[in-house]
C-alpha cells in the first residue's frame, strides 16, 4: 500500500483515479496548497488595496502551469497584472531578481513544492526588493515574509500515520 501523507493534486498527476475513491492500493492526504494560491492572491489584494503587479514563482512541475491559469483568472477579477516565473534551476533565482530591475512587482506568490528548499533565499531577495511575499509554509514567514496561507503539514502527517495504522489493521487503502 502507498499512503500519501503531503500530495498535492494525485488526481491531477494521473497517480489516482479521483481523491474521494483513489481505488487500489494507493490513499492519504492532499494538502489543495496549488488550490490555494488563488487565495493567497486574494489575502494578498486585501492586505496592500493599491496591489497592480504580481509574480508568481514556482520551481519546475507539472501543476505549475494549471496553478497559473487557475490563478490569472482571480487575478483579472482582482485587477492585478500577474507575471508566471517557472525556475528549471533553483540556481536561477538571483537571476529573476536582477531582471525586475525598475519594474519590480509589488509582490511575489510562491508556489508550493520547494519552498522549504528555496524560501529563506527567496525571502531575503524579496526583502531587499521591498516585495511583500506569501505562500504555503511558514518558513516563508519565520524568514521575515509577509504572510502564508495553507496547511499545518506537521498534523497532515501525524493524521497520514493513523491511515497506516488502519491499514495495518486491516482495512484497504482504497476505501479509506
Same mark, same amino acid.
Given at each position: !500500500?502507498?499512503?500519501?501523507?503531503?500530495?498535492?493534486?494525485?488526481?491531477?498527476?494521473?497517480?489516482?483515479?479521483s481523491l474521494a475513491r483513489p481505488g487500489a492500493?494507493?490513499?492519504?492526504? #492532499? #494538502?489543495?496548497?496549488?488550490?490555494?494560491?488563488?487565495?493567497?492572491?486574494?489575502?494578498?489584494?486585501?492586505?496592500i488595496p493599491n496591489l497592480t503587479r504580481v509574480?508568481?514563482?514556482?520551481?519546475?512541475?507539472?501543476?505549475?502551469?494549471?496553478?497559473?491559469?487557475?490563478?490569472?483568472?482571480?487575478?483579472?477579477?482582482?485587477?492585478?497584472?500577474?507575471?508566471?516565473?517557472?525556475?528549471?534551476?533553483?540556481?536561477?533565482?538571483?537571476?529573476?531578481?536582477?531582471?525586475?530591475?525598475?519594474?519590480? !512587482?509589488?509582490?511575489?506568490?510562491?508556489? !508550493?513544492? =520547494?519552498?522549504?528548499?528555496?524560501?529563506? =533565499? #527567496?525571502?531575503?531577495?524579496?526583502?531587499?526588493? =521591498?516585495?511583500?511575499?506569501?505562500?504555503?509554509?511558514?518558513?516563508?514567514?519565520?524568514?521575515?515574509?509577509?504572510?502564508?496561507?495553507?496547511?499545518?503539514? #506537521?498534523?497532515?502527517?501525524?493524521?497520514?500515520?493513523?491511515?497506516?495504522?488502519?491499514?495495518l489493521k486491516g482495512t484497504k487503502p482504497g476505501?479509506?
Amino acid at each position: !500500500p502507498v499512503v500519501f501523507a503531503l500530495a498535492d493534486r494525485p488526481d491531477v498527476l494521473g497517480l489516482v483515479s479521483s481523491l474521494a475513491r483513489p481505488g487500489a492500493n494507493i490513499t492519504g492526504l #492532499t #494538502t489543495l496548497n496549488f488550490e490555494l494560491s488563488t487565495k493567497r492572491l486574494e489575502l494578498l489584494k486585501e492586505t496592500i488595496p493599491n496591489l497592480t503587479r504580481v509574480t508568481v514563482l514556482g520551481l519546475h512541475h507539472p501543476l505549475v502551469p494549471i496553478t497559473v491559469k487557475e490563478t490569472e483568472a482571480a487575478a483579472r477579477a482582482l485587477g492585478i497584472q500577474l507575471q508566471a516565473i517557472e525556475l528549471k534551476d533553483p540556481r536561477d533565482l538571483d537571476g529573476v531578481f536582477q531582471r525586475f530591475g525598475k519594474d519590480s !512587482p509589488g509582490a511575489l506568490l510562491l508556489l !508550493p513544492g =520547494r519552498e522549504v528548499v528555496y524560501g529563506p =533565499r #527567496t525571502v531575503s531577495l524579496a526583502l531587499n526588493h =521591498r516585495l511583500a511575499t506569501i505562500g504555503g509554509q511558514t518558513v516563508l514567514t519565520d524568514a521575515g515574509g509577509l504572510m502564508v496561507y495553507g496547511p499545518r503539514t #506537521t498534523d497532515m502527517s501525524f493524521r497520514a500515520a493513523t491511515y497506516v495504522d488502519k491499514i495495518l489493521k486491516g482495512t484497504k487503502p482504497g476505501d479509506l
